[in-house]
């Protein structure tokens, strides 16, 4: 069973960039894709940005989609979201999600396995 710790959320201005990392503690023992989800109060949990586990494919919401960009090193258990050009709607909890998988080139959106604790991003206006 893996734990997932978001870190790098933190209180910026409409227009900053803000990278997100997400931490897989100790070795993994299956193949993982990885994704991250937001969720404002009040509103439902957003899918936002998926990778694959080889890293050669990737999946962005439309509302991120040119602006956000997910990476991993599965050397490190890390999956990055380095996020540009925020919006006060991009405003929310973020959850790093990791999923089980038996194709390395799956991207799956929803029916993760694995959740953090969410980190806070908050983009004022």
């Known amino acids: 069973q893996v734990q997932l710790v978001e870190s790098g959320g933190g209180l910026v201005q409409a227009g900053d960039s803000l990278r997100l990392s997400c931490a897989a503690s100790?070795?993994?023992?299956?193949?993982?894709?990885m994704g991250w989800f937001r969720q404002a109060p009040g509103k439902e949990r957003e899918f936002v940005a998926a990778?694959?586990?080889?890293?050669?494919?990737?999946y962005y919401a439309d509302s991120v989609k040119g602006r956000f960009t997910i990476s991993r090193d599965n050397a490190k258990n890390t999956v990055y979201l380095q996020m540009a050009s925020l919006k006060p709607e991009d405003t929310g909890a973020y959850y790093c999600?990791?999923?089980?998988?038996?194709?390395?080139?799956?991207?799956?959106?929803?029916?993760?396995?694995?959740w953090g604790q969410g980190t806070q991003v908050t983009v004022s206006s």
């Open positions: 999600a990791a999923k089980i998988i038996y194709d390395s080139d799956y991207v799956p959106s929803s029916g993760y396995n694995y």
């Open positions: 100790g070795r993994t023992f299956s193949w993982y894709a």
């Open positions: 990778i694959s586990w080889s890293g050669g494919r990737t």
